[in-house]
């Protein structure tokens, strides 16, 4: 059974940094592209980013283009997204998920079964 864990959250003021970790058990992410996204309170999910299976593609949602980073280290089973100059509308439920693509400028999920997604963690840009 595929478990994905999350994590890395918090507060942090508007222009700050965070670096959210997603690690996988009981499988393996080196035959997966795995994606990032975000879910802020009476809106719908947005997918952040996603990475090919070696990390070699990354795709972004524009809104978070030139300040998260997507990266994986296949022999630690993790995949990062390294958040710089947050923003209070980054605030949301952050969530890896396996399996994603960029298409028409956006990053989706190819699968919506909790069984392929994190519980997610709670990122909060507030002064």
């Known amino acids: 059974q595929l478990q994905l864990a999350e994590s890395g959250g918090g507060l942090v003021q508007p222009g700050g940094s965070l670096r959210l970790s997603c690690v996988a058990s009981?499988?393996?992410?080196?035959?997966?592209?795995i994606g990032w996204f975000r879910q802020a309170p009476g809106k719908e999910r947005e997918g952040v980013s996603c990475s090919s299976v070696t990390g070699g593609i990354t795709n972004y949602a524009d809104s978070v283009k030139g300040r998260f980073t997507i990266s994986r280290d296949n022999a630690k089973n993790t995949v990062y997204l390294q958040m710089n100059n947050l923003k209070p509308e980054d605030t949301g439920v952050y969530y890896c998920?396996?399996?994603?693509?960029?298409?028409?400028?956006?990053?989706?999920?190819?699968?919506?079964?909790?069984?392929?997604w994190g519980q997610g963690t709670q990122v909060t840009v507030s002064s």
């Open positions: 009981a499988f393996t992410l080196d035959v997966y592209d």
């Open positions: 998920a396996v399996e994603c693509l960029y298409r028409g400028g956006t990053v989706v999920a190819r699968r919506e079964s909790p069984h392929f």
